[in-house]
């Protein structure tokens, strides 16, 4: 049995490391989808993934140049040591072979029955660009996860923002309330003081009614004190004239006093005769 061309070398880089490309591709991005939904073990599938890609690019630097295929063989003109004659004109090598169709010819009929055209090829060829730019890009996937951590931060912050909100609207609330009852309490104080200003009026008319009351009573107050004191100064008078009468009297007394000796001695003068 012929042994296959190419060896281990060529099966591990045509056959199996295809299929290791989107296998790694796979894993990278489950391990960025578990970091971006912040599951359990996000971290360690990253690593994993991110590991698994660094390992196939490793083994992608190692991956053998593709030999080219010589197509002087098909078109003689691209040969480097092609010499066309000066009266000799470039011509295309026949896809009819001697005898018999040519395999190219039968390539070229497939080609149109799939509608293989050159517009084909070329999004073909920008596939495959695009393709390499992707895979290319996928070392930018820690720096996603790093933004990813960032964005996880700022979200918790705004969380503990709108707690803190939350509780600051909670004794808002509490003091708006508050301030409710407190104008509830300031309107019957306010009904209080009407009342108390209503009954302080009516306190202040009944103090003029009583002070015009007091005054009436000190003016007859007046009056009558000076009629006591006119009453007084006539008691004074009368009291000097009684001293006089008093005086007269004592003396009026004695004299009679003195008469009734006399008298008394004539008597008995007149007895004795």
Known sequence: MAKKKGGFGALLYETIMPKIYGIGASVVIV?????????????EMLEIGLGTEALIFFLSAFE?????????????????????????????I???PAHGE???????????????????????????????????????LSNAAVATNDYAKNVQAASA?????????????TAVKAMSDASKDTSEYH???????????ALNTIYEMELKDADSHVKN????????????????????NTAKF????????NNLTALNKVYGSMLTAMKGQ
Do not use: C
């Open 221 to 240: 107050m007046n009056k009558f004190y000076e009629s006591l004191t006119g009453a007084m100064q006539g008691l004074s008078k009368v009291g000097d």
């Open 31 to 43: 391990g960025a989808l578990f970091k971006i939904q912040h599951w359990p073990g996000a971290n």
């Open 64 to 92: 053998p140049k593709h030999p080219e295929v010589d197509w002087s063989k098909v078109y003689p003109e691209l040969a480097e040591d092609f010499e066309a004659p000066a009266t000799h004109t470039a011509t295309r």
């Open 102 to 140: 040519s395999p190219l010819l039968k390539i070229d009929e497939m080609l149109k029955t799939a509608k293989v055209d050159q517009n084909l090829l070329d999004n073909l060829g920008k596939g495959l660009t695009n393709l390499a730019t992707s895979a290319s890009q996928m070392s930018n």
């Open 191 to 201: 009904k209080q003081v009407q009342t108390v200003t209503k009954n302080l009026a």
């Open 94 to 96: 026949s896809n009819k």
């Open 246 to 253: 008093t005086s007269e009297l004592s003396s009026l007394t």
């Open 161 to 173: 923002s709108l707690s803190e909100m939350n509780k600051s609207y909670g004794v808002a609330m």
